[in-house]
């Protein structure tokens, strides 16, 4: 297949109409556009997952990762959003920063390598955005048996602030989610004494909890905390006082907090009353060595390229960065500006992409 420039290979994944968990043919054209890479579908379910990789020498395994598929258009777009526009400098199209601008220009480096002290790999999958239950984590699961598993791994999400260049992620922080059920006696308004009202009890504790920093943070982590999502209580009417009361939590957990240290704070408070505490955890927090070998290869060449002296962040939400982190493999994120991420008109401008490129060339060239 004839190589594209690297705009073109970018219009064309934008093309792809590949909405959770459906990659419409797009990781075939991948596939199909790396022709001397080494392919392995690890399908799970209802998605498609391919590995790619091609071992140049001995050495150490770095990967190139993320998701071809995006988040529903919904409403609100100029045009629409699989034919992709170009405006005022910009290209618009669902999937412009979020994230087919880094699969552009890392597909478009590892096809342009032509030397690497080790093996160069690509690790792709239709399910990001959604659950992410048989995506990254089943094709790393699978390399994890046949003894693949990289050593450094970049995954390339959105994540400049204000300036292409500003921002890498070396960590992430967890998310906790919470519910507690507080227990209590059921009564007529009229006759509160023969009650045990448990909005008047969790009343007394919430000033206590709601918006409560766990820990202190640190250099690199905001401090985790607890953040109240929801209470429910009652049937909406006037004389009768509850029998139960829901309340749900959110704590986005760096790595000074763990689920039993959640549990220690909520029995604090609650530990005289009756209430039942459920927790699950879908994400846990990670953090790479700011001196590990990959993060500063692609802080160099960041600067190399932009002359921008990148900061390190742990900021947003999850990404399939905490799955590599899950199996022991230094990651970090680079990609464009994340400012129109799943919103309409979504939009990316083609300097971005193509600098992106030449970071990961340099990154590939450290190594």
């Known amino acids: 297949m004839r190589r594209l420039e690297t705009i073109e290979l970018f219009i064309k994944l934008l093309s792809y109409p590949s909405v959770t968990p459906e990659d419409c043919g797009a990781l075939s054209y991948i596939r199909d556009y790396l022709g001397d890479f080494e392919a392995e579908w690890v399908n799970r379910v209802n998605v498609k997952n391919i590995f790619l990789h091609k071992r140049f020498s001995d050495g150490p395994h770095l990967c190139f990762a993320g998701h071809i598929d995006v988040v ?16 005022d400098g910009y290209i618009y199209a669902r999937g412009a920063q979020d994230m087919k601008s880094g699969v552009a220009a890392f597909v478009q480096a590892c096809r342009d390598a032509e030397n690497f002290n080790g093996t160069l790999s690509l690790l792709l999958t239709s399910d990001e955005e959604g659950e992410a239950r048989h995506g990254t984590i ?28 500003d921002a890498i992620k070396i960590g992430r922080r967890g998310s906790i989610n919470g519910v507690i059920e507080k227990i209590g006696k059921q009564g007529h308004a009229a006759y509160p004494e023969k009650a045990h009202n448990p909005i008047h009890k969790v009343a007394q504790v919430l000033p206590h909890i709601a918006g409560v920093d766990l820990d202190g943070g640190d250099e690199f982590f905001a401090p985790s905390k607890f953040v109240i999502t929801d209470i429910r209580a009652g049937m909406e009417v006037t004389n009768v ?41 879908s994400a846990k927090p990670f953090m790479t060595d700011k001196d590990s070998k990959i993060v500063k290869a692609i802080s160099g060449a960041i600067e190399e390229v932009t002359g921008v002296k990148t900061a390190y962040s742990t900021a947003g939400g999850t990404s399939d960065a905490r799955f590599f982190a899950e199996f ?37 060239a450290a190594f």
């Open 328 to 364: 022991g493999v230094d990651v970090v994120e680079f990609g464009v500006k994340n400012d129109t991420i799943h919103a309409p008109n979504e939009r990316t401008t083609p300097e971005e992409v193509e600098g992106l490129k030449e970071v990961f060339d340099r990154v590939i």
């Open 138 to 165: 089943e094709v790393l699961r699978y390399l994890d048996e046949i003894k693949m598993l990289p050593d450094y791994a970049v995954v390339a999400e959105p994540t400049c602030e204000e300036v292409f260049g």
């Open 241 to 281: 006082t509850p029998g139960k009361l829901r309340m749900m939590f959110n704590v986005r957990n760096n790595t000074k907090t763990t689920k039993e240290d959640i549990e220690s704070f909520v029995d604090r408070y609650f530990k005289d009353m009756n209430y039942l505490l459920t927790l699950t955890q």
């Open 72 to 87: 529903p258009p919904g409403d609100g777009w100029s045009s629409d959003p699989f034919v992709p526009r170009f405006e």
